[in-house]
Each structure stands twice: as structure tokens, then as C-alpha cells.
């Protein structure tokens, strides 16, 4: 569990079990020493909670020591929100970017994240557990609450060869293709982002060829694969999204 604050300085958490009206949630050391200390909560006030399944509810606290804390929810206040079907596929990058990659994925609303080793990957992946907490805060901090499902690292062969009927597979190509709005059909997407390297020559063969391969182009300049994936992925919510929905 990670620790942020919401607007209106109410505390926001993420609980790794399922939310249900009137059943207490007991949290450990991290949470009482956040909400006690740092938030100087006291047995009464309220705290909002998300667990990626029923939505965010409105709790409050009911017992609060040094080691543990107890929070009672009280009223759904949002359900879980939809998310668009896209994926974000990356191959590993260093350790600080893949992070970035993995927080950014978050905020803007990716349904999973997938590492894909190509020929030319020379970073391991982060570890599952990281990115998932480096996720876990993002969705606090952006007010998600929903997570991106982590998928296990595949390779670029079994990633193409078991790519899945009706989705497009967004190509970012370095070496140019068509806007994102006229390159992709409107739909389930996964866009699949190189390493540092970029695609190998085969590999690159491998994927103008494949039926559902949609090649973009992400603009004249050479971009980063941190940079790349949030590029596509903006373009991708403009243009497919929900970034077009009245969220007042």
C-alpha cells in the first residue's frame, strides 16, 4: 500500500482486498504511521479507499494505534471507473525510465502494461512488485480506481505469434507511416513501443507484415521509448479514448 492525499486533504488508499459496506479493513504500521502521524488523523475522521474492484468509498477510522488501523467504509462514492482498451507493450528500458513508463502508463489510463524482449532488449525487467507499487501510487495520486493489470514479460516472438483476433497492433515506426487518428482503427489497441536500440530487421519485417499491424508515425524527431510510449499513448486516448467524455 502506498500513501497520498487527495484534494480537500483527505487521505487516499489503495486496499489490496475487496471494499464492502460495513466490513471493517484492518491496515498495518505503514497506514496508522501515515494516517496518524503524518495526517494526524484521530478515531472518527475519514479517509477515502480504493481496491480496484468495487470503486472508492467514503471509511472512517475506528481504531488507530502505532502498528495498525482500522477503517470502517461507510458510502461508495464513485464505482469503478471505465477503462479503454488499450494496452501499452514496451520492451525493458533502464531501470528509471521503465518506471516512468510504468507510473505515466497509469495516469493516462492504460488498461495493462506488458514487457516484450526484443533482439535487441538490454535491460531486465523491473521487478513485478516495483512497477506495481510505482503504479499503485500513481492511481492515488491521479485519483484513479482502476490499476493496469502487469502482465509477465513475453518474448517479441510469442508476442506476435500469439497476438490477439480484433485489436489493432499499433507500430510506432522510426522510420515513418501515418498519423495515429488515420493509421488505427477505432477499437482495441495494443501499441507496441521498441527498446533503446530499436526493432531488429527481422523483427521489423515481422511486423509490417502481420495483418493487424497499424505503422504510425510519432513526428519527425527521434524519440526516447520512455518518450515514444507516452507519445502514442496520448495520441492514442485523443483520438480513441475517453479523453473526448464530459468529466465535469
Same mark, same amino acid.
Given at each position: 500500500m502506498r500513501k497520498t492525499v487527495s484534494s480537500g486533504r483527505v487521505p487516499r488508499l489503495f486496499v489490496d482486498e475487496e471494499i464492502r459496506d460495513g466490513a471493517a479493513i484492518g491496515l498495518g504500521p505503514d497506514a496508522a504511521r501515515y494516517l496518524g502521524t503524518v495526517m494526524r488523523l484521530k478515531v472518527g475522521d475519514a479517509a477515502l479507499i480504493f481496491d480496484d474492484r468495487t470503486g472508492e468509498w467514503r471509511a472512517a477510522v475506528t481504531a488507530l494505534a502505532k502498528r495498525s488501523v482500522t477503517l470502517m467504509p461507510e458510502e461508495r462514492v464513485r464505482e469503478r471507473e471505465a477503462v479503454p482498451d488499450v494496452v501499452l507493450a514496451c520492451a525493458p528500458i533502464r531501470k528509471a525510465r521503465q518506471e516512468m513508463v510504468a507510473e505515466k502508463a497509469c495516469e493516462l489510463g492504460a488498461r495493462a502494461l506488458v514487457p516484450v524482449l526484443t533482439e535487441r532488449t538490454a535491460q531486465a525487467?523491473?521487478?513485478?512488485?516495483?512497477?506495481? =507499487?510505482?503504479?499503485?501510487? =500513481?492511481?492515488?495520486?491521479?485519483?484513479?480506481?482502476? !490499476?493496469?493489470?502487469?502482465?509477465?514479460?513475453?518474448?517479441?516472438? /510469442?508476442?506476435?505469434?500469439?497476438?490477439?483476433?480484433?485489436?489493432?497492433?499499433?507500430?510506432c515506426d522510426e522510420e515513418g507511416g501515418a498519423a495515429m487518428a488515420e493509421a488505427v482503427p477505432a477499437g482495441p489497441a495494443t501499441i507496441l513501443i521498441g527498446p533503446e536500440g530499436g526493432?531488429? /530487421?527481422?523483427?521489423?519485417? =515481422? !511486423?509490417?507484415?502481420?495483418?493487424?499491424?497499424?505503422?504510425?508515425?510519432?513526428?519527425?524527431?527521434?524519440?526516447?521509448? /520512455?518518450?515514444?510510449?507516452?507519445? =502514442?499513448?496520448?495520441?492514442?486516448?485523443?483520438?480513441?479514448? /475517453?479523453w473526448q467524455k464530459d468529466h465535469g
Amino acid at each position: 500500500m502506498r500513501k497520498t492525499v487527495s484534494s480537500g486533504r483527505v487521505p487516499r488508499l489503495f486496499v489490496d482486498e475487496e471494499i464492502r459496506d460495513g466490513a471493517a479493513i484492518g491496515l498495518g504500521p505503514d497506514a496508522a504511521r501515515y494516517l496518524g502521524t503524518v495526517m494526524r488523523l484521530k478515531v472518527g475522521d475519514a479517509a477515502l479507499i480504493f481496491d480496484d474492484r468495487t470503486g472508492e468509498w467514503r471509511a472512517a477510522v475506528t481504531a488507530l494505534a502505532k502498528r495498525s488501523v482500522t477503517l470502517m467504509p461507510e458510502e461508495r462514492v464513485r464505482e469503478r471507473e471505465a477503462v479503454p482498451d488499450v494496452v501499452l507493450a514496451c520492451a525493458p528500458i533502464r531501470k528509471a525510465r521503465q518506471e516512468m513508463v510504468a507510473e505515466k502508463a497509469c495516469e493516462l489510463g492504460a488498461r495493462a502494461l506488458v514487457p516484450v524482449l526484443t533482439e535487441r532488449t538490454a535491460q531486465a525487467p523491473v521487478k513485478a512488485e516495483r512497477l506495481s =507499487a510505482i503504479m499503485i501510487e =500513481a492511481a492515488e495520486q491521479c485519483e484513479r480506481t482502476a !490499476l493496469p493489470v502487469l502482465a509477465q514479460a513475453v518474448s517479441f516472438a /510469442d508476442f506476435l505469434g500469439g497476438f490477439p483476433e480484433g485489436r489493432a497492433l499499433v507500430f510506432c515506426d522510426e522510420e515513418g507511416g501515418a498519423a495515429m487518428a488515420e493509421a488505427v482503427p477505432a477499437g482495441p489497441a495494443t501499441i507496441l513501443i521498441g527498446p533503446e536500440g530499436g526493432f531488429s /530487421d527481422a523483427e521489423r519485417r =515481422a !511486423l509490417l507484415a502481420h495483418p493487424a499491424a497499424a505503422r504510425v508515425s510519432l513526428g519527425p524527431r527521434i524519440l526516447r521509448a /520512455d518518450t515514444a510510449a507516452i507519445a =502514442a499513448l496520448t495520441l492514442w486516448q485523443s483520438a480513441f479514448g /475517453d479523453w473526448q467524455k464530459d468529466h465535469g
